[in-house]
T-cell receptor, first 112, second 115 residues
Framework: KQEVTQIPAALSVPEGENLVLNCSFT??????LQWFRQDPGKGLTSLLLIQSSQREQTSGRLNASLDKSSGRSTLYIAASQPGDSATYLC???????????FGTGTRLTIIP | SAVISQKPSRDICQRGTSLTIQCQVD?????MFWYRQQPGQSLTLIAT?????????ESGFVIDKFPISRPNLTFSTLTVSNMSPEDSSIYLC????????????FGEGSRLTVL
């Protein structure tokens, strides 16, 4: 059974700093990995999708990497802004299964 | 990307009542899912909404408690039946990208509080 872990559960950094969020998974036979952002009480916004054959994806100030062999993904946020404050969730799907297994999320606070 | 609308966005309900949540997508999609997010928790899949047939429920979720309809490829409903305070959660509709990328998109969620 796939398990997804995100550490730390919460992170506070000053505005302008670069930061890295971590995601680990136990079953490396993944189809893809997706990073989401969730604002309090709201739905999820898809940030980046990495297919199993890819090593990284970039969108603006965000860069996500994938290392299947070690069961890890990172989300790098450059030049953080207060508007980046949210909970970030990673989720993986395994081959032959469209269902996503979600991590517990990292709550990020950017301090102005 | 698909645009997903959910109604209601939030509601306060009395114990023992039932509430139906609607999910409307702006394009035809094959796969639709319903998730639950309890306070302070991550997302748990309730069921896959199948067009023209009964939904496929995950372990721990049953049709009597969470009946789901999927009359066409753009619409689905989830009913939370005989609610108790433990059902207080955000309920989220999601769809799988129609271009086979495997990307999942979510609605804004329906936040239910049961008194």
């Amino acid at each position: 059974k796939q398990e997804v872990t995100q550490i730390p559960a919460a992170l506070s950094v000053p505005e302008g700093e670069n930061l890295v969020l971590n995601c680990s998974f136990t079953d490396s036979a993944i189809y893809n990995l997706q990073w989401f952002r969730q604002d309090p009480g709201k739905g999820l916004t898809s940030l980046l999708l990495i297919q199993s054959s890819q090593r990284e994806q970039t969108s603006g100030r965000l860069n996500a990497s994938l290392d299947k062999s070690s069961g890890r993904s990172t989300l790098y946020i450059a030049a953080s802004q207060p508007g980046d404050s949210a909970t970030y969730l990673c989720a993986v799907s395994n081959f032959g299964n469209e269902k996503l297994t979600f991590g517990t999320g990292t709550r990020l606070t950017i301090i102005p | 990307s698909a645009v997903i609308s959910q109604k209601p966005s939030r509601d306060i309900c009395q114990r023992g009542t039932s509430l139906t949540i609607q999910c409307q997508v702006d394009s035809q999609v094959t796969m639709m899912f319903w998730y639950r997010q309890q306070p302070g928790q991550s997302l748990t899949l309730i069921a896959t909404a199948n067009q023209g047939s009964e939904a496929t429920y995950e372990s721990g979720f049953v049709i009597d408690k969470f009946p789901i309809s999927r009359p066409n490829l753009t619409f689905s409903t989830l009913t939370v039946s005989n609610m108790s305070p433990e059902d207080s959660s955000i309920y989220l509709c999601s769809v799988l990208d129609g271009y086979n990328t495997g990307e999942l998109f979510f609605g804004e969620g329906s936040r239910l509080t049961v008194l």
